[in-house]
């Protein structure tokens, strides 16, 4: 997989209209290991869904700060690679061909304001490599979301 040539389609999607929306659809549609790749944002104590992509809706529209995978990784501020899901007590499943998971917090200065939750079904789907290349997406992402908030507020 070339993670820079991905890297620079994703910056130039992050100048799109729906740019968030764009960059899920993208990861999605191109790297065949993230079988559903969506964005949580944090609201108050919680992380609400917002862009997403995958063969199926998850149940799992709002999720408690420090709950899961995916809140583990907001309280912690840290990427986590589950390697196998199945092993993993703070795992909240969302759909059955799910075998690996990544999660990537992003960040607006030392603050997280969201994540990146994608879903492998694949045993141990995301590497270093993956790792690298998600936190710098989350950093696009994190300036699309926050000129989107400034240009809400004008
Ligand atoms: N598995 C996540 C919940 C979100 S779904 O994967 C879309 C978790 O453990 O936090």
């Known amino acids: 997989m070339d993670y820079e040539s991905a890297y620079r ?13 764009a960059i899920v659809n993208y990861l999605h ?17 919680d992380l609400v869904l917002g862009e997403w992509k995958g063969p199926e809706a998850t149940e799992h529209t709002r999720i ?16 986590e690679v ?4 199945s092993r993993d007590p703070r795992y909240l499943a969302c759909f059955p ?6 999660v ?17 079904s694949a045993l141990n789907a995301f590497g270093p490599e993956d790792q690298r290349f998600l936190e710098r997406v989350a950093a696009v992402l994190a300036g699309v979301r926050t ?8």
């Open 29 to 45: 549609d191109h790297f065949p290991a993230y079988s559903w790749v969506g964005l949580y944002w944090v609201e108050g104590a």
């Open 64 to 79: 408690a700060i420090g709950t899961g995978v995916c809140g583990a990784a907001v309280a912690s501020g840290r990427t």
């Open 97 to 102: 061909s799910t075998k690996s998971e990544i």
């Open 104 to 120: 990537v917090p992003i960040f607006a200065g030392r603050s997280v304001i969201g994540e990146i939750d994608i879903d492998g």
């Open 9 to 21: 389609t994703i910056m130039r999607l992050a100048q799109e209209p729906n740019a968030a929306q």
């Open 82 to 85: 589950v390697a196998a899901v």
């Open 147 to 154: 000129s989107t908030a400034r240009a809400a507020r004008r």
